[in-house]
């Protein structure tokens, strides 16, 4: 069993910061690549950042140069520091990671998702 969990989400003024953590545990043998979606509410899901093993990250345009995705593998761990954040970030920010567990089947993971409430 394989999960992904979400913590660091909440309430945030415009212009502040948060960091948005990913924890994987399981039967992991190895993480191809970890992203961050969002999904507000009335709009589709879309990508935030990724962070595939071995290249550079990849960044959603509305976020670039604010957003950071970085990965911890020997926690099997991602974060997403999120600065000057703007009410249009509201949303439910999703963990996903392509992986394949020690039996070596290959899944898309998802976690619950966690809420990121941009407001003054």
């Known amino acids: 069993q394989v999960q992904l969990v979400e913590s660091g989400g909440g309430l945030v003024q415009p212009g502040g910061s948060l960091r948005l953590s990913c924890a994987a545990s399981?039967?992991?043998?190895?993480?191809?690549?970890m992203g961050w979606y969002r999904q507000a509410p009335g709009k589709q899901r879309e990508l935030v950042a990724e962070i595939p093993s071995g290249i550079s990250p990849n960044y959603a345009d509305s976020v670039k140069g604010r957003f950071t995705i970085s990965r911890d593998d020997t926690k099997n761990t991602m974060f997403l520091q999120m600065n000057s954040l703007k009410p249009e970030d509201t949303a439910v920010y999703y963990c996903?990671?392509?992986?394949?567990?020690?039996?070596?089947?290959?899944?898309?993971?998802w976690g619950q998702g966690t809420q990121v409430t941009v407001s003054s």
């Open positions: 996903h990671a392509i992986l394949t567990t020690t039996d070596t089947s290959e899944y898309d993971y």
């Open positions: 399981g039967n992991i043998f190895s993480i191809y690549a």
